[in-house]
């Protein structure tokens, strides 16, 4: 069951889209059950998008996100829109609510939903206020072809139906971090270097994640550092079946790996988590045709301070350019600074997106298949740059 603390990267992202004064802030309050977004009738009262963590009843752990009016046609509005836009990366459910000030700002936002391959829940809001809601409703299935809701955040109206109608659209699919690489009563050894830039007593989220994930399905965890994986692997009768790595400590923890044993790493289980493995696979082939006048990106999903040994800003770059040359081009961003034209890049390197949702992590591939750039992923490149690609499983 999920509970509060469900890191953002695993709930639910369902947008608030509408013009302005549609009432989407005033919905955000209703669906959370509390005054989260300020609501006025004042034009512009949301000024960026409103991020909310919560518990669905029916569907457990979901950010909801209030969104500035679609309308707002200003130079600082286009901005906002521009951010709007940039939430879609990132959501898994769209409601689009709808008024009486007319439909076409709505239609265009629904289409892009659907060019993004968005589920979208369609309410007509304010309906207290609104006298021949019926013919409206018709011309608003009419031109969507999805079924329309009537909401008021006024009475009450329809709130409970908008909720089961947001439940009723995700999707059934359950993945799993291990799956298929585990199965219940399996050992499976994690070795963890631990990362100085989390927090004191605490572990990298892909490592709570995974341990949590091995003890729900019935596998049994051990945990160790690489300075003690000698010692670890001496203390079980067996070899474990699978052996679970850090992307940094990849060919320190091969050359002990028992013959038996199958090695991964935590930035390949998360990369066919979140993303597309075969689609990284087949992106570090572009290794082949770089040369020191290549240009590569390094996008990491989370904006923080540069450790000594970061893999992102220190490692990878020291890695690439000894294998390249030192004149190689290397830019590197974090957090929402993706760029929207690749095209300059001949490689692109994403982290394990452990901050991520699926659907942001999906949307930066798409771009970058779109553009016909090569796409990888740290535990990937890393796999490949120390000669044991081949021997490290990956899907």
């Not at 521009?82 to 239609?107: P, Y």
């Amino acid at each position: 069951m999920s509970t509060p603390q469900t890191p953002a990267s695993e709930r639910v992202h369902i947008a608030l889209l509408g013009r302005t004064n549609a009432g989407k802030s005033a919905m955000l309050n209703c669906l959370a059950k509390q005054d989260v977004a300020i609501v006025s009738d004042t034009r512009g009262t949301t000024t960026d998008p409103v991020q909310k963590p919560m518990e669905l009843t029916g569907m457990g752990a979901v950010v909801i996100i209030d969104t500035p009016g679609l309308d707002d046609d200003t130079t600082l509005g286009k901005e906002r829109m521009a951010r709007t836009s940039k939430m879609l990366d990132r959501t898994d459910i769209a409601v689009v609510l709808f008024t009486d000030e007319g439909i076409d700002t709505e239609l265009r936002i629904i289409e892009e939903c659907r060019t993004r391959e968005i589920p979208v829940v369609v309410a007509l809001n304010q309906v207290d206020r609104i006298n021949d809601r019926e013919a409206l409703i018709a011309r608003i299935e009419e031109a969507t072809k999805h079924r329309v809701i009537a909401t008021s955040t006024t009475t009450g109206e329809g709130i409970e139906a908008l909720r089961e109608a947001i439940i009723g659209t995700r999707p059934a699919e359950e993945r799993l971090i291990t799956e298929g690489f585990c199965k219940a009563g399996d050992r499976v050894l994690l070795v963890m270097p631990q990362d100085k830039s989390a927090p004191k007593g605490r572990l990298i989220q892909p490592q709570v994640q995974t341990i949590r994930e091995l003890l729900d399905r019935g596998c049994v965890p051990i945990c160790c550092t690489p300075d003690r994986m000698a010692e670890a692997l001496a203390a079980l009768v067996t070899p474990p079946e699978l052996i679970i790595t850090d992307s940094q400590a990849f060919n320190e923890v091969y050359q002990l790996k028992p013959e038996a044993s199958t090695l991964t790493s935590f930035s390949i289980l998360f990369a066919r988590y979140k993303g597309d493995i075969a689609l990284f696979t087949e992106g570090v082939k572009a290794l082949k045709s770089i040369t020191e006048a290549s240009r590569i990106l390094i996008a990491e999903a989370c904006s923080h301070t540069p450790q000594n040994e970061d893999i992102g800003r220190v490692k990878l770059p020291r890695l690439l350019r000894k294998r390249f040359g030192e004149g190689l081009t290397i830019d590197i961003v974090g957090g929402a600074d993706y760029p929207e034209d690749l095209t300059p890049y001949d490689l692109v390197i994403h982290c394990g997106a452990c901050m991520f949702n699926r659907k942001h992590v999906l949307s930066r591939v798409e771009r970058a298949r779109q553009q016909g750039v090569a796409i990888t992923n740290y535990g990937v490149i890393l796999a490949a740059l120390t000669g044991i690609l081949d021997r490290v499983r990956t899907n």
